[in-house]
């Protein structure tokens, strides 16, 4: 197999501080382009490889990337079979977080004073299959990361996404495990994953020369968890076929807590002509040392098909958290309470996700 792929970007973004025209606005159009080539070959009737060799061009900083992939699957027996993979991966555009706005998450670019990211993969894994029509995996994962970004938290003004971010570096493992019943009236499956991942960032050379917000250290060089980090996570999906017309399904879902900065203290700031102060900053801990209570749900799915005009279609009823847990999305921090009450550190409200919600519809097949 080979082919090509072509993207052209475009990422504008713009944010100033009042009539002062200082803070962040650029305007983008990168190029993106990539060809590639795989080959999958049978070398005996146990033994599969799949090699690959991708090659990417981005032109915003003129960055190219020479990217091997590797793919070996080993059957031991009719029913078990074991596979590793390994490759290289680059990535030319960044999903930067906001501390406290999950609303806001923005996409950046690479450009001349930052290399691209880099990720190498290494998996190892057992495909079984106890019984016909039944399949259980086993897989574990290694991934190391460089050039990870997270936004800086005082900005003045900048010329390159260099003065934008912190840059760092990272690693992901763990372990998934998978069950996939196929056949009978019952089907669906099960995933469980056990994993963590961490970033760093530590000081470059140079660093002490600089004013504290231009300075690439978090947390003291240690690792933390990114907020997308998950310790546990779990689906579980069934579907019910009664007859050719009639099906249900239903899908539960949990994960841990999201990640995020509690803030420990605060300060405020007050005009030196008196009145109340006006301005509350808080003072965080270590970045990421909170979670967000879990994440769960459960959704609902009943189907009938039926011929409409001689075309096939279905109609449906989804029911969207089924139980109406309301998940949070990010905590929202009161700073103006916590000097008018005395509170430190201030008292939160947790944002919340969409309570229970059906919708019906029909699908058709022409």
Do not use: M
């Amino acid at each position: 197999k080979a082919g090509f792929w072509a993207t052209r970007y475009r990422f504008g973004y713009d944010s100033r501080l009042g009539a002062t025209g200082i803070g962040i606005h650029f305007l983008e159009r990168p190029l993106y382009g990539a060809v590639y080539g795989q080959d999958d070959w049978t070398v005996t009737p146990l033994l599969k490889v799949q090699a690959g060799l991708r090659v990417e061009r981005f032109n915003l900083g003129d960055n190219w990337s020479v990217e091997p992939r590797l793919g070996v699957r080993r059957a031991l027996t009719e029913h078990v079979a074991v596979k590793a993979a390994l490759g290289r991966f680059s990535q030319y555009t960044n999903v930067v977080t906001q501390e406290g706005a999950s609303f806001a998450d923005v996409w950046i670019p690479v450009d001349n004073s930052i290399e691209p990211g880099h990720s190498v993969h290494t998996i190892l894994g057992i495909e079984t299959q106890p019984r016909d029509g039944l399949e259980f995996n086993i897989e574990g994962y290694y991934k190391t990361l460089e050039n990870v970004v997270e936004f800086r938290t005082e900005i003045t003004d900048f010329t390159t996404v260099r003065n934008l971010v912190h840059l760092g570096s990272g690693r992901a493992y763990g372990i998934e495990l998978f069950l996939q019943k196929k056949t009978g009236r019952l089907t669906g499956w099960a995933g469980y994953t056990l994993g963590r991942t961490t970033r760093r960032f530590e000081s470059l050379p140079g660093d002490d020369d600089q004013p504290s917000n231009q300075r690439n250290e978090l947390n003291l060089g240690g690792d933390f968890p990114p907020k997308w980090d998950r310790t546990h996570d779990l689906s579980l999906t069934g579907a019910y076929r009664f007859n050719s017309k009639w099906s249900t399904g239903l899908t539960f879902v949990y994960a841990t807590g999201q990640a995020y900065t509690k803030p420990a203290d605060g300060y405020r700031i007050q005009s030196p002509f008196g009145g109340a102060p006006t301005t509350y900053l808080p003072v965080n801990t270590y970045r990421n040392t909170g979670r967000l209570e879990p994440y769960h749900r459960l959704d609902l799915n009943v189907a009938r098909t039926f011929s409409l005009f001689g075309t096939e279609a279905e109609a449906f009823l989804n029911v969207y958290n089924l139980y109406n847990h309301r998940n949070v999305w990010f905590r929202e921090f009161n700073q103006t309470d916590a000097f008018r009450d005395g509170q430190a550190p201030p008292s939160f409200t947790d944002v919340r996700l969409l309570p229970v919600l059906p919708t019906v519809g029909v699908n058709f097949k022409f």
